[in-house]
């Protein structure tokens, strides 16, 4: 995030709001206005500052990098996936109850800037994402107006991009990829970025298998592990991919059991991937079978996602390819 930029509407009406009033009213009453309002905005910049200044060195990056591919502070879907709304950098849903847990750390960050944006039925939406319901609120889905312009609107307040980073850094998503970063032995900037992209994916249970497996396939012959620390992690980019993929055709024609997820043999390695309004699919593409979801009208395959934002990160030339201190992590909170 650029400093500077998208200064908050809420705080530019207030300040205008302050010393509009401030023009009819007594020299004294005039001076006390610009002052509130020359804090006011000072406050807001050092409140923006700390959005950057909250956490150090590598990880700002694995946010940056790993937001490119969800969204902004104030993106917003619209229930794309039967997941309700998405939003923010790690696009936190409605239905999983990531958003609602957001939301009351934004509300407990700046509760008089939280009921302004969201107005007066403010409580009633925690209410609702709290419970991980996809209600609507004041009888409209959060997913449409004005829900999606308060949501948006939130999204630019410095207090809020702090909460949201804040957040994000100490997320199970981040206690994943240090996991991961345990097992597999390479903790690089590049590789934590890519760890932390496929937990936020694929879910912290979801990323950490591949993981697993990948170092028992090394431990079973002493020269399957490569040398070159990349090289690890683009087998184990490969491996998390490779469970949307077949080279066969699928034995039985019925879901499994524990789920919709067919092709891993994990009954723990959910995420969100399988759980929303449509159900994954095996689809022949070139001889091979990979798994495809999203609506009939534009349909993805989860294999050429994940390739496709792993090989990004892989070939990012802007990213280090040395250890970072995942001592950090613990200090961002």
């Given amino acids: 995030m650029s400093k ?3 200064m908050p509407l809420l705080l530019g009406a207030g300040a205008f709001g302050l010393l509009v009033l401030a023009a009819a009213a007594s020299p004294s009453a005039r001076r006390v206005a610009k002052e509130t309002a020359e804090s006011a905005g000072k406050a807001a910049k050092k409140l923006e500052e700390k ?3 909250l956490i150090t060195d590598w990880i700002p990056t694995l946010l940056r990098k790993t937001s ?4 902004n502070y104030w993106s917003v879907q619209a229930n794309l996936d039967g997941n309700g709304v998405s939003y923010g950098i790690l696009q936190w849903t409605q239905k999983s109850g990531s958003l609602g847990r957001l939301l009351r750390q934004m509300a407990a ?11 007066a039925s403010w409580a009633r939406l925690l209410d609702v994402t709290g419970r991980a319901s996809l209600e609507a609120v004041d009888g409209v889905a959060l997913w449409a107006e004005p829900w999606v312009s308060r949501f948006a609107a939130a999204g630019r307040w410095p207090a809020f991009q702090q909460v949201q980073a804040r957040v994000a850094a100490e997320s199970e998503y981040m206690a994943g990829a240090v996991e991961i970063a345990g097992v597999l ?3 690089t900037e590049r590789a934590m ?3 932390y992209n496929r937990t936020v994916h694929q879910g912290a249970a979801g990323a950490l298998g591949p993981a697993k497996r990948l170092v028992a396939w090394y431990a079973e012959g002493p020269r399957r592990r490569p040398a070159v620390p990349n090289d690890v ?3 184990y980019a490969w491996t998390c991919a490779s469970k949307f993929r077949r080279t066969s055709a699928p034995a039985r024609r019925n879901y499994n059991d524990d789920g919709n997820i067919w092709w891993s043999p994990v009954p723990t390695e959910w995420s969100e991937l399988g759980l929303g309004a449509y ?3 095996r689809v022949s593409v070139a001889g091979v079978w990979h798994a495809v979801t999203g609506p009939p009208s534009k349909p993805w395959s989860l294999y050429d996602l994940i390739t496709k934002r792993s090989s990004d990160i892989l070939t990012d030339i802007t990213l280090r390819d040395v250890p970072v201190d995942l001592a950090a992590t613990r200090r961002a909170a």
């Fill in 193 to 195: 970025t890519l760890y």
């Fill in 279 to 281: 159900r994954v699919r």
């Fill in 233 to 235: 992690v683009a087998q």
């Fill in 4 to 6: 500077g930029n998208n």
């Fill in 185 to 187: 032995g390479v903790s």
């Fill in 51 to 53: 959005v950057e200044e």
């Fill in 68 to 71: 490119e591919h969800e969204g």
């Fill in 109 to 119: 960050a700046d509760p008089l800037a939280f009921s302004r944006f969201f107005g």
